[in-house]
């Protein structure tokens, strides 16, 4: 009796490979902030406090939590803000700070993003991992991802981010000799529209199925024009939006995710200050309003074009959240005394998502899941379903 459990075991193996052989192989983008970024720094100098260490071997940057406390997030904060360079337009690390993106072609960058914490927004890609790994997929092998630093943005195009995802899906394809279904959340949105949007049409017909964008940050958001003002903790207990202010306006993506001109009027104020307001078209002379004079420069590299991908596409999104439309500031840009609120996921505006109705994109399908907020939609469990759908299985 004993002697055949390892054949079940050989025919359950055998089972689950048939089940994903002739099935799409899963290529995923991820959002903002939804991978893990690691550093090592080496002499650094002028730190916030004394206490923030000046030398240290490769660790996570991102995401690590006990990095997040007050006291030990002004070390964070100095560690991950990026410089920019106004007579080059560039933008770099922080002296003393090498950083580097784990987990490239695999999933183990995407699926925790705090290695120690595997629960809550920490299980990221975890559940649709999991839904494909039950199917038969292979973690690294027949579902990967295209992690980033996610501080850039395409125009930098850092470790020549777009060519390499390219050859990720090739790879995919030429190992399976079956099309990528691409799989995108949040600013992986825009990184895939990017990319998709100008790649030869024959490459796309050839390498990729369908492309999923997964609460798509199409044209930004509202609410990162309050970012760049007063900061966001982001719930962070006992820290205030104004620790980490200057980081955040450092981020390259960040500039990228601002509400796009396509999509929001220029009559249409999002930021109010006493008797003066602002819209997404006066983003330059906002800038120079909340002191931040490069802001200007860099925004005006970013110019973003919501052309039609040409690539058979399925928007899936959460709605129906309480979502930032403008905000009232009250004495000063730390204190906000009015948020307006309208449709959406909770993070972004319903306009930005279903940016590819009001765009006339062809050969694209929405569908809302109402009442699911920007991260809770990853793991709509009719969601997976329809995912496993689409690759096949």
């Known amino acids: 009796m004993a002697s055949s459990v390892p054949s079940l075991l050989l025919l359950l193996t055998a089972f689950l490979v048939n089940a994903a052989s002739g099935a799409s192989p899963v290529l995923i983008i991820p959002g903002t902030g939804g991978n893990r970024l690691e550093a090592k720094l080496s002499s650094r100098e002028n730190t916030a406090h004394f206490y923030c260490s000046k030398n240290a071997d490769w660790y996570d940057l991102w995401l690590d939590v006990k990095q997040l406390v007050p006291g030990a997030i002004d070390c964070w904060c100095e560690n991950i803000q990026l410089n920019y360079d106004s007579s080059t337009s560039t933008f770099s690390n922080q002296q003393g700070v090498e950083t580097r993106v784990p987990c490239y072609g695999d999933v183990c960058g995407i699926e925790y993003l705090d290695m120690s914490v595997k629960a809550g927004d920490s299980a990221y890609f975890h559940a649709m991992i999991e839904a494909f790994a039950d199917k038969g997929y292979v973690r690294g092998e027949t579902i990967v991802s295209a ?10 195009n850092k470790d020549n981010y777009v060519n390499a995802t390219m050859a990720l899906a090739e790879q995919l394809y030429e190992q399976t000799g079956e099309k990528v279904l691409w799989i995108s959340h949040s600013m992986g949105g825009l990184w895939s529209h990017y990319i998709l949007s100008n790649a030869d049409q024959a490459w796309k017909d050839k390498y990729i199925e369908a492309w999923v964008p997964i609460a798509p940050a199409y044209g930004g958001t509202a609410q990162e024009m309050r970012l760049f003002a007063s900061g ?5 207990p006992l820290v205030s939006g104004k620790t980490v202010r200057n980081e955040q306006r450092s981020y390259e993506s960040n500039f990228w995710l601002l509400p796009n001109l396509e999509l929001w ?5 999002i930021i109010t200050k006493g008797d003066q307001t602002w819209t997404a078209h006066d983003l330059p002379q906002f800038f120079e309003d909340i002191s931040y004079a490069d802001g200007a420069q860099i925004y005006k590299t970013l110019p973003y074009d919501l052309k039609d991908p040409n690539i058979k596409t399925y928007v899936k999104y959460g709605a129906g959240k309480d979502t930032p439309t403008s905000y009232v500031y009250g004495k000063d840009w730390d204190t906000i005394d009015k948020t307006v609120n309208g449709d959406g996921d909770g993070t ?6 279903e940016a590819g109705i009001a765009k006339g994109w062809k050969n694209t399908e929405h569908e809302k899941f109402d009442g699911e907020d920007h991260q809770s939609v990853l793991k709509n469990d009719s969601l997976l379903k329809e995912l496993l759908e689409l690759a096949g299985v």
């Not at 980033?148 to 930098?156: E, G, I, L, N, P």
């Not at 009027?265 to 104020?269: A, G, L």
């Open 348 to 353: 972004v505006n319903i306009r930005s998502l």
């Open 265 to 269: 009027d220029s009559d249409e104020t």
């Open 147 to 156: 992690p980033y630093d996610f501080r850039y943005s395409a125009v930098s």
């Open 232 to 236: 966001d903790s982001e719930g962070i």
